[in-house]
T-cell receptor
Framework: DTGVSQNPRHKITKRGQNVTFRCDPISEHNRLYWYRQTLGQGPEFLTYFQNEAQLEKSRLLSDRFSAERPKGSFSTLEIQRTEQGDSAMYLC????????????FGPGTRLTVT | AQSVTQLDSHVSVSEGTPVLLRCNYSSSYSPSLFWYVQHPNKGLQLLLKYTSAATLVKGINGFEAEFKKSETSFHLTKPSAHMSDAAEYFCVVSPPRGSSNTGKLIFGQGTTLQVKP
């Protein structure tokens, strides 16, 4: 157990609906990352926060995606007008403290868009 | 740009025999390198990390990896496979602290390890 929790663990939604995922990181770590993992692939970087500031967004993050981290604590990832191509596992991670950029991942939210 | 290539998409071994999962990296800097494991329906777990203090890195569950700069490789090994080792393994690269990068991880495509009884 890494101490990073994500909710919900599974989400099934119909195309066109909006969904929101939540990540609760280890409280004392100021960097939080979001990744997306599609079937049979390695995770791909989506975005990251330093405290409450969103400092980088991948080109994978279309304008239907928005992420927030109010007060530098938990983070949410919202997808508007979901498409079948959004079906994936969405992973949240905290940065480790060794100085090597290792990250500790939550269990993920598996999204299925029907 | 940084990248990793996992040379085998699937590896099958018998229980008790050695495991070798191959990874080559590409980096302009001396990178941070990691191996992660993902068991079915479970989250990503850090197996080991390269620290530059030693080229042979020991991780959890008996796994090791050797950093070879001349070959730009970071292969993962285990002397004796156990049934519980069956999982997906990812080689991962990130630039070291101090560079302008954000610390995002770049994952390889993954290697599925099958362990036969």
């Amino acid at each position: 157990d890494t101490g990073v929790s994500q909710n919900p663990r599974h989400k099934i939604t119909k195309r066109g609906q909006n969904v929101t995922f939540r990540c609760d990181p280890i409280s004392e770590h100021n960097r939080l990352y979001w990744y997306r993992q599609t079937l049979g692939q390695g995770p791909e970087f989506l975005t990251y926060f330093q405290n409450e500031a969103q400092l980088e967004k991948s080109r994978l993050l279309s304008d239907r995606f928005s992420a927030e981290r109010p007060k530098g604590s938990f983070s949410t990832l919202e997808i508007q007008r979901t498409e079948q191509g959004d079906s994936a596992m969405y992973l949240c991670a905290n940065l480790g403290t060794s100085g090597l950029y290792e990250q500790y991942f939550g269990p993920g939210t598996r999204l299925t868009v029907t | 740009a940084q990248s990793v290539t996992q040379l085998d998409s699937h590896v099958s071994v018998s229980e008790g025999t050695p495991v070798l999962l191959r990874c080559n990296y590409s980096s302009s800097y001396s990178p941070s390198l990691f191996w992660y494991v993902q068991h079915p329906n479970k989250g990503l777990q850090l197996l080991l990390k390269y620290t530059s203090a030693a080229t042979l890195v020991k991780g959890i569950n008996g796994f090791e990896a050797e950093f070879k700069k001349s070959e730009t490789s970071f292969h993962l090994t285990k002397p004796s496979a156990h049934m519980s080792d069956a999982a997906e393994y990812f080689c991962v690269v990130s630039p070291p602290r101090g560079s302008s990068n954000t610390g995002k991880l770049i994952f390889g495509q993954g290697t599925t390890l099958q362990v036969k009884p």
